[in-house]
């Protein structure tokens, strides 16, 4: 235990309020960006959050956006805090998993 460490992460969720209301394709590229920072500042984990046919957004499908988080990434790891598997095809969903898992670093944990 001596030798084990504090580790950070951060969590996105791609919100887009209507106060401060953005074109999606900003709120998508800050995250991404936003991620590429919080590795470069040493964070350990990035988790990403996934819900629907809500006004104000979240992202809708977490696993396009966990892989273009990988693919400008190269150490920090990446999570799904919220995977709604009922709106998915499970199959698909477990395909993309394996891919995403083995080719960069998707971690899918549960509790």
């Not at 979240?58 to 805090?81: F, H």
Request: aromatic share 14%; with cysteine; net charge negative.
């Amino acid at each position: 235990m001596a030798n084990q460490r504090v580790r950070f992460g951060v969590c996105f969720n791609c919100t887009n309020p209507e106060p401060w209301l953005r074109p999606w394709e900003q709120i998508y590229e800050e995250v991404i960006d936003q991620a590429v920072a919080a590795e470069s500042m040493g964070y350990d984990h990035v988790w990403l959050t996934e819900h629907h046919f809500l006004e104000n957004g979240y992202c809708p499908s977490l696993l396009t956006v966990a892989a273009a988080i990988a693919a400008r990434t190269s150490r920090v790891k990446i999570g799904t805090w919220v995977l709604l598997l009922p709106m998915h095809n499970a199959l698909r969903v477990g395909g993309i998993l394996v891919f995403i898992s083995e080719n960069f670093r998707l971690h899918v944990f549960y509790f």
